[in-house]
């Protein structure tokens, strides 16, 4: 007997280490590794114009394209794998935006509610894994060329960070909080942990 798909999300500031274990959980357990903004290619176009495009969009039209992207990526790649029967691992879900265009730019937590309901169509991650670190901390391991977001000033990172640690608070049973400052060999062991994996 299969087991069931799960469908399970990393969330975090910029820089706290994500990628890295969506890479090493994929490629172990043959899971579907996706992320967003930019599963898809439609999704890629969408990413380009969201973090280097030529102007920035207001923060509601930047909740909205980031939807918007999130509803071609839950309908086309999403739902169809965990039909299959594939585990899916998303870098980042409707809990970013949240995050970012909710507590960063103050956009109505009820707005960015009603938009992500309609965006997601009621998928809800089973588990959602906060890797959880300083901004300072995360800053300093960032790459050297940020987009347009990860160049915004430490207050906008620091409100992100504490809008993960309310969500992850207000819903213990879907989301563990890691404590990233630990090395990586630690990290990656409470992620296994959290999600059951030998
Ligand atoms: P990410 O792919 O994690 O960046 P990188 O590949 O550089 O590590 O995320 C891209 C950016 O998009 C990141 O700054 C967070 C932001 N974002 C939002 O602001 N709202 C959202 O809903 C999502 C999904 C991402």
Not at 18 to 34: D, F, M, N, P, Y
Not at 176 to 195: F, G, K, P, W
Request: aromatic share 4%; with cysteine; charged share 20%.
């Amino acid at each position: 007997m299969t087991a069931t798909p799960r469908f399970l999300v990393i969330e975090g500031i910029d820089g706290c280490g994500k990628s890295t274990q969506v890479e090493r959980l994929a490629g172990r357990h043959g899971w579907l590794a996706t992320r967003e903004p930019g599963g898809t290619a439609l999704g890629g176009a969408i990413r380009a114009l969201l973090l280097h495009g030529t102007e920035a969009p207001t923060p509601l039209a930047e909740a909205l394209l980031m939807a918007a992207d999130r509803a071609h990526h839950v309908t086309t790649v999403v739902r169809p794998a965990l039909e299959a029967g594939t585990t899916v691992l998303s870098d980042r879900y409707a809990s970013s935006t949240v995050a970012y265009q909710g507590y960063g730019h103050g956009r109505d937590l009820e707005q960015i509610a009603a938009i992500n309901a309609i965006a997601t169509d009621g998928l809800v991650p089973e588990m959602t894994i906060l890797l959880d670190l300083p901004v300072a901390d995360a800053a300093g391991r960032r790459g050297g060329d940020p987009d347009r977001l990860e160049s915004l000033d430490v207050a906008f990172h620091e409100r992100v960070r504490s809008g993960y640690l309310a969500q992850a608070a207000a819903s213990p049973d879907r989301w563990t909080v890691i404590d990233a400052t630990q090395d990586l060999a630690e990290v990656s062991a409470a992620v296994d942990e959290a999600l059951g994996l030998p």
